[in-house]
């Protein structure tokens, strides 16, 4: 079993940054891609980021591109996207997700479907 705990949440102001960390333990997680997305009130769950294991590929939604950076640290079994230039529409719920598969493809790394591992979440609340 694995275990991803997520922190780095809070309440900013529009155009304002956040650090957000998702910690693995259990068995390790080294192995597929990492990813985070997020769930807004009323809103479906949405993709994020993600990023292959050893970090030379990385996806992003159209909505986060060029303000969103995923990164991750193998050996400290951690994912971490650095969120600038927020929106109030980045406004969500982010869940940190493993996956035991490599996707070099960005349709395949941005479905929900092929992580295994989530999150209980961390709340960003960016206030206009």
């Known amino acids: 079993q694995v275990y991803l705990a997520e922190s780095g949440g809070g309440l900013v102001q529009a155009g304002d940054s956040l650090r957000l960390s998702c910690t693995a333990s259990g068995r390790t997680v080294s192995g597929g891609n990492m990813a985070w997305f997020r769930q807004a009130p009323g809103k479906d769950r949405e993709f994020v980021a993600s990023i292959v294991r050893n970090g030379d590929a990385t996806y992003y939604a159209d909505s986060v591109k060029g303000r969103f950076t995923i990164s991750r640290d193998n050996a400290k079994n951690a994912v971490f996207l650095q969120m600038n230039s927020l929106k109030p529409e980045d406004t969500a719920v982010y869940y940190c997700?493993?996956?035991?598969?490599?996707?070099?493809?960005?349709?395949?790394?941005?479905?929900?479907?092929?992580?295994?591992?989530w999150g209980q979440g961390t709340q960003v609340s960016v206030s206009s």
């Open positions: 997700a493993a996956a035991g598969t490599i996707y070099y493809s960005a349709h395949f790394a941005s479905q929900d479907s092929s992580y295994y591992y």
